[in-house]
């Protein structure tokens, strides 16, 4: 019943900067969270970031202030914005929201994901 899209991913060298987008599009009367998990071979999918509907942010302690979320309502988008960025960071970036649809009904969704190649 939800569509998560996500773009901004691709190849970028050490030290330098990218921003991730999602957007969520289908039944959706409210958004109560989105956020980004990352997974890489090997390793449990981890929380990157997350964003409530009311603009309450949490972020994983290995990110040392380096990645930025937000979000903006009107278009059911969440943003991450990620600097300083390190070879370590290169995984498969996921977009998810939990959703209230219009019958009041509530789901979680996962977008496909999006590559993220940090190289030296």
């Known amino acids: 019943q939800v569509q998560l899209v996500e773009s901004g991913g691709g190849l970028v060298q050490a030290g330098g900067s990218l921003r991730l987008s999602c957007a969520a599009s289908?039944?959706?009367?409210?958004?109560?969270?989105m956020g980004w998990y990352r997974q890489v071979p090997g390793k449990q999918r981890e929380l990157v970031a997350r964003?409530?509907?009311?603009?309450?942010?949490n972020y994983a302690d290995s990110l040392k202030g380096r990645f930025i979320i937000s979000r903006d309502n009107a278009k059911n988008t969440v943003y991450l914005e990620m600097n300083s960025l390190k070879p370590e960071d290169t995984a498969v970036y996921y977009c998810?929201?939990?959703?209230?649809?219009?019958?009041?009904?509530?789901?979680?969704?996962w977008g496909q994901g999006t590559q993220v190649t940090v190289s030296s």
């Open positions: 998810d929201a939990d959703v209230t649809h219009i019958s009041r009904s509530q789901a979680h969704y």
């Open positions: 964003i409530t509907d009311g603009g309450s942010t």
């Open positions: 289908g039944n959706i009367f409210r958004i109560n969270y």
